[in-house]
């Protein structure tokens, strides 16, 4: 559903990021794969990642809470 892809391209785009990412900056580059995503729907969506241990949050910035998931996911997503 929706949700799962925005949390695809929330991910994918964190992943690629060499330093942790803003919000904004994350939801500029979501928006380029779902343009109608609104600032409450990646809010909420990053909530459940942070709650799932998938990302942390620090300064307004977002990254993969451990860098074994972070390399996994770039794997399987194919992120170089």
């Known amino acids: 559903g929706k949700k799962a892809e925005l949390a695809f391209a929330l991910l994918d785009a964190i992943a690629i990021s060499k330093e942790p990412i803003a919000f904004a900056d994350l939801l500029n580059l979501a928006r380029h794969t779902l343009p109608d995503t609104r600032d409450q729907e990646a809010r909420t969506v990053l909530r459940h990642l942070m709650q799932d241990h998938y990302l942390s949050e ?19 997503r194919w992120l170089g």
Do not use: E, L, T, Y
């Open 58 to 76: 620090s300064g307004g910035r977002f990254r993969f809470q451990f860098n074994i998931i972070r390399d996994a996911w770039r794997v399987r």
